[in-house]
């Protein structure tokens, strides 16, 4: 056996657990449906999820789940390794997370009310920040050259600008100049 009774809510690759999206083909209006593996989500606060109940009380359930082949009765079957939030019931299942135990000492945070799951997602929320900050510092160096280049062209531009107004100038001061002038 190797069964656990989850003390938080998960979502796990159960198998059986299927999304099926359908679609119509508009060529020949046949419908094509596509099958899906999803993870099923085990919520310990939903009475209608729970497998295990105490008699006349309904609300008072629990979720227990087993390896595949390995549990007894109603347990929802599952595929992977277990999780810190999942309270081993027997010798198996106590050697399993065992294994486990090691990766699982890098949470801080154990004993702080957090589930593993809460964990996970700050560690990714952490690394896509970090990522952001550096693109960002990235960015702003190729901001600082930009900028660089923006004033040396701005700067091209003015002496264009000036040149062009003296050129003008010299034109339009011959133009106003008396005709017997301009033939010498």
């Known amino acids: 056996m190797a ?30 449906r596509y099958k899906f ?5 085990l919520d310990i606060h939903d009475p209608s999820d729970h497998n295990h109940r105490v008699p006349g009380y309904p609300e008072l359930g629990e979720i227990y789940v087993c390896h595949v082949g390995k549990g007894i009765g109603n347990d929802i079957e599952f595929i992977g390794p277990p999780t810190p939030d999942m309270e081993p019931l027997d010798d198996e299942a106590k050697e399993i997370s ?8 890098s949470r801080p ?14 560690g990714l929320a952490k690394q896509l920040g970090d990522a952001a900050t550096a ?37 339009v001061e011959a133009a106003r100049a008396p005709s017997e002038q301009r033939r010498i």
Not at 16 to 25: F, L, Q
Not at 37 to 41: G, I, T
Not at 109 to 122: A, L
């Open 135 to 171: 693109a960002t510092s990235a960015n702003e160096t190729g901001m600082t050259e930009l900028k660089a280049m923006m004033v040396e062209n701005q700067k091209q531009f003015n002496e264009t600008m000036a040149m062009m107004a003296s050129i003008l100038k010299t034109v």
């Open 3 to 32: 069964r656990w009774r989850l003390t938080a809510t998960h979502y796990l690759s159960v198998p059986g657990t299927e999304w099926e999206y359908t679609e119509t083909d508009r060529g020949t209006g046949r419908p094509k």
């Open 98 to 105: 065992g294994r486990w135990a090691e990766i699982w000492k």
């Open 109 to 122: 945070d154990f004993d702080s009310g957090q589930t593993y799951g809460d964990t996970v997602f700050e």
């Open 37 to 41: 593996q999803v993870p099923r989500l």
